[in-house]
T-cell receptor
Framework: DAGVTQSPTHLIKTRGQHVTLRCSPI?????VSWYQQVLGQGPQFIFQ???????GRGNFPDRFSARQFPNYSSELNVNALLLGDSALYLC??????????????FGPGTRLTVL | DAKTTQPNSMESNEEEPVHLPCNHS???????IHWYRQLPSQGPEYVIH???SNVNNRMASLAIAEDRKSSTLILHRATLRDAAVYYC?????????????FGKGTHLIIQP
């Protein structure tokens, strides 16, 4: 069975540009979460989506947005990129995500570099 | 989610047991204890979770103190592949939508 897939694997952008990152969850999983991992730190929660609705949001500015599609895949959009947005962006899927015991399965991430 | 405290790094030898500690003195009665690990250049992966009783699975064991203020992840026979950053995370039973709160974790080094 395929795991969580993310595209692209690497991306280089310049300040002020916008970026769209994509995630396909494990088949049968209805919840997708996004995390940002800066070098040397643990991942930080950005969003959780379930059945196309935002169900949870971390402490990130409005420049960050996301959506989930009917096939449960998801996009993370970041506008007006800053140098500090350079990070590994991780997507995780889970069956429903509502219960804290639901295991989250992470993809390999997209490495974003902002110059 | 309540805060956890882990050592920054630990070192062990291959084929020996490893005990990774985690302190969570402010844990609430509905907090589950989760462990995830992140191998180099990969996303985090689930290891184990528990509430009150000790838990075992094919990857590891989780020993939870009687007062639940600390726990220990046990790798029974470490291999080089177990070299990773290990994260101890608390999640409230109803907090599924809040995402996982990762700290800096413990960087486990395995010597051959």
């Amino acid at each position: 069975d395929a795991g969580v897939t993310q595209s692209p694997t690497h991306l280089i952008k310049t300040r002020g540009q916008h970026v769209t990152l994509r995630c396909s969850p494990i088949s049968g999983h209805k919840s997708v979460s996004w995390y940002q991992q800066v070098l040397g730190q643990g991942p930080q929660f950005i969003f959780q989506y379930y059945e196309k609705e935002e169900r949870g949001r971390g402490n990130f500015p409005d420049r960050f947005s996301a959506r989930q599609f009917p096939n449960y895949s998801s996009e993370l959009n970041v506008n007006a990129l800053l140098l500090g947005d350079s990070a590994l962006y991780l997507c995780a899927s889970s069956l429903e995500g509502a219960r804290s015991t639901d295991t989250q399965y992470f993809g390999p991430g997209t490495r974003l570099t902002v110059l | 989610d309540a805060k956890t405290t882990q050592p920054n790094s630990m070192e062990s030898n291959e084929e020996e047991p490893v005990h990774l500690p985690c302190n969570h003195s402010t844990i609430s009665g509905t907090d589950y204890i989760h462990w995830y690990r992140q191998l180099p250049s990969q996303g985090p992966e689930y290891v184990i979770h528990g509430l009150t009783s000790n838990v075992n699975n094919r990857m590891a064991s989780l020993a939870i103190a009687e007062d639940r203020k600390s726990s220990t992840l046990i790798l029974h026979r470490a291999t080089l592949r177990d070299a990773a950053v290990y994260y101890c995370i608390l999640r409230d039973a109803g907090g599924g939508a809040d995402g996982l709160t990762f700290g800096k974790g413990t960087h486990l080094i395995i010597q051959p």
